[in-house]
C-alpha cells in the first residue's frame, strides 16, 4: 500500500527518508553532499513522485522505493 508523504509527521518523514539515504549509500559523484542536501534531494523526488512510500503488510515495514523499482516489482508479479 502507497502512502502519502504529507501523512506522515514531519520527524517521521525526515527519519524515513534518513533511512533511505543510508541504506542506498546514494553516490553523487565526485562533491559532497550533506546529509541536510540529500534530504532535502529525497523530499523533492517524493514531492515529484519518482521516490514513494511503500507500506508492506506482509512484513509490517515501511520503506521509500523509486517508481521505477515498484512498478518493476509489480511487473513481476502480474507475469506469475
Not at 534531494?41 to 523509486?66: A, C, F, N, R, W
Request: glycine share 4%; proline share 2%; no cysteine.
Amino acid at each position: 500500500m502507497l502512502i502519502p508523504y504529507q501523512d506522515l509527521d514531519l520527524d517521521t518523514l525526515n527519519n524515513l527518508i534518513e533511512y533511505f539515504i543510508l541504506r542506498e549509500g546514494t553516490d553523487y559523484g565526485e562533491q559532497e553532499v550533506s546529509l541536510p542536501e540529500k534530504r532535502e534531494k529525497v523530499l523533492q523526488q517524493l514531492k515529484k513522485g519518482s521516490v514513494v512510500i511503500l507500506y508492506s503488510e506482509l512484513s509490517e515495514s515501511v520503506t521509500l522505493i523509486h517508481q521505477n523499482q515498484l512498478n518493476q516489482q509489480m511487473q513481476l508479479m502480474d507475469g506469475q
